[in-house]
């Protein structure tokens, strides 16, 4: 039996001059069966966005996809041209 996991982050990329106002949003954690789910939302800061949610039954794989989306996250300056920033 795995030992079970909760993580969470929240990013936030801001820069008015630019009109760019985005957060993401990204959990992982153990559900009751035991598989560890990897839930994502992202958008537009104070709109709806989107969502993905992902269940493995491997947590290293779950934690896998978190490791690279954390990695997309800290290149958005070279994509986007705003760093994001870890808030609370």
Same mark, same amino acid.
């Given at each position: 039996?795995?030992?079970?996991?909760?993580?969470? *982050?929240? *990013?936030?990329?801001?820069?008015?001059? !630019?009109?760019?106002?985005?957060?993401?949003?990204? *959990?992982?954690?153990?559900?009751?069966?035991? *598989?560890?789910?990897?839930?994502? !939302?992202?958008? !537009?800061?104070?709109?709806?966005?989107?969502?993905?949610?992902?269940?493995?039954?491997?947590?290293?794989?779950?934690?896998?996809?978190?490791?690279?989306?954390?990695?997309?996250?800290?290149?958005?300056?070279?994509?986007?041209?705003?760093?994001?920033?870890?808030?609370?």
């Amino acid at each position: 039996m795995q030992t079970p996991i909760s993580q969470s *982050w929240h *990013w936030q990329a801001i820069d008015t001059s !630019r009109n760019v106002a985005r957060e993401y949003h990204l *959990w992982i954690q153990t559900d009751l069966f035991g *598989w560890t789910v990897v839930e994502r !939302r992202w958008g !537009r800061i104070g709109s709806r966005g989107q969502s993905l949610t992902e269940s493995f039954q491997n947590m290293r794989q779950a934690e896998a996809i978190a490791k690279l989306i954390r990695e997309r996250r800290a290149s958005a300056l070279k994509r986007i041209g705003v760093r994001y920033h870890e808030v609370g």
